[in-house]
């Protein structure tokens, strides 16, 4: 009897031993590495981008290396303050010779300007001047007279930026007119090296953070979503959060009077100017838009702010997908029906 028993327990061992190896074999066969992220920070449009990216078939670098390429190129291609950029022989000449590209983000622009009334406008540019927000070297910050800002707000008018699109060109109906589209570049720049890098790693994952414009490349470790803070507009503190987001793809965009301002007797004068007054934009402290692409999100967070906060058209604006959250001068908090659904961790 004993010699059947043991007989019994040896055949236990050996199966037993063969389903762990074959546990351990499948462990080894199906499950992946964890993927390593690697984050660079990189100065560009006057602000820091923060990559953050982990690849499935490249290594990271190659896809920093590619982003951070791709995002010097758009800066130097669209700004107006770099010299021979498509915007600075634009203002300069009152016409320009584009591609496809150029073309597109024109159009995407003076669309933009034509959903929101005119909140956003890309011709903003002699207002940003006047005030000293057009990041020039020489421009220097103050208030100006109304007589300054009368002059100057009859060149501010996306409806002079004429589009031909059988000769490539674009240019100014008026004489004066100048364009910044320091509005939309981020945003665009964001939704291009998400693309690049899906096209040559569909399932890398990251995000991509360029001074409060974040794209998501994809969810943390291909399944969680990415917390994102939202800051607090009334702190000094840039960490401080007022509240939290979580995102496994999409856009999110704020845009807030703490960003770039100057304080001259006690009163705050910040950078989203109101192309129909000619001021900053009263009212509101932070816009936060979430939207399907950076793009709408960064231009759709500009108008929301010059729109201000009894913007009876806020709700009507997540008809082009977006979403928003409101924050007025004295903390008041109004946002579309469908911004809460982000809280909600477990999606
Ligand atoms: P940031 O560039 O600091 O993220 P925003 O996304 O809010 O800020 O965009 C503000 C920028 O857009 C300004 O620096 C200026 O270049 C431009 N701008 C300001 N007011 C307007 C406006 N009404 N329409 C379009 N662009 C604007
Ligand atoms: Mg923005």
Not at 167 to 172: Q, R
Not at 278 to 304: E, H, M
Request: aromatic share 12%.
């Amino acid at each position: 009897m004993w010699r059947k028993n043991s007989h019994n327990v040896r055949i236990y061992f050996y199966l037993a031993a063969l389903g762990a190896g074959i546990i351990l074999l499948s462990i080894l066969i199906f499950s992946k590495p964890m993927p390593v992220y690697e984050e660079k920070i990189i100065p560009v449009f006057g602000t820091y981008v923060r990559l953050n990216v982990a690849g499935d078939k490249v290594s990271p670098d190659v896809l920093i290396k590619m982003a951070e390429r791709e995002l010097y190129q758009i800066h130097n291609k669209y700004s107006a303050n770099v010299e021979n950029s498509i915007v600075w022989e634009l203002n300069k000449n009152g016409k320009v010779k584009v591609d496809d590209e150029a073309l597109f983000l024109f159009q995407s622009a003076i669309n933009y300007a034509i959903i929101t009334g005119g909140a956003f406008d890309p011709t903003i540019r002699p207002l940003l001047e006047l005030w000293g927000f057009d990041d020039a070297n020489s421009s220097e910050k103050r208030v100006p007279s109304q007589e300054e800002i009368n002059n100057v707000l009859s060149y501010v008018d996306y409806r002079f930026i004429n589009i031909d699109e059988k000769n490539m060109e674009v240019s100014f109906l008026k004489e004066g007119v100048q364009v910044d589209l320091g509005g939309i570049a981020k945003g665009y720049a964001i939704d291009l090296v998400i693309q690049r890098i899906r096209a040559i790693d569909p399932k890398a994952t990251g995000f991509i953070d360029a001074g409060g414009d974040i794209g998501i490349i994809g969810p943390k470790f291909g399944e969680l979503a990415w917390v994102i803070g939202i800051r607090d507009p009334f702190s000094n503190d840039t960490f401080k959060s007022m509240d939290t987001i979580y995102l496994t793809d999409g856009t999110v965009a704020t845009s807030g009077d703490y960003e770039r301002f100057f304080v001259q007797n006690g009163t705050k004068y910040h950078h989203i100017i109101d192309p129909q007054t000619g001021y900053p934009a009263q009212g509101i402290s932070s816009v936060t838009v979430i939207a399907p692409n950076a793009t709408a999100a960064d231009t759709f967070a500009t108008a929301l702010f010059v729109l201000g906060f009894d913007n009876p058209a806020l709700e009507y604006f997540t008809n082009f997908g977006i979403q928003a959250m409101i924050v007025s001068n004295n903390g008041e908090i109004r946002e579309t029906s469908g911004f809460n659904y982000f809280r909600e961790k477990l999606k």
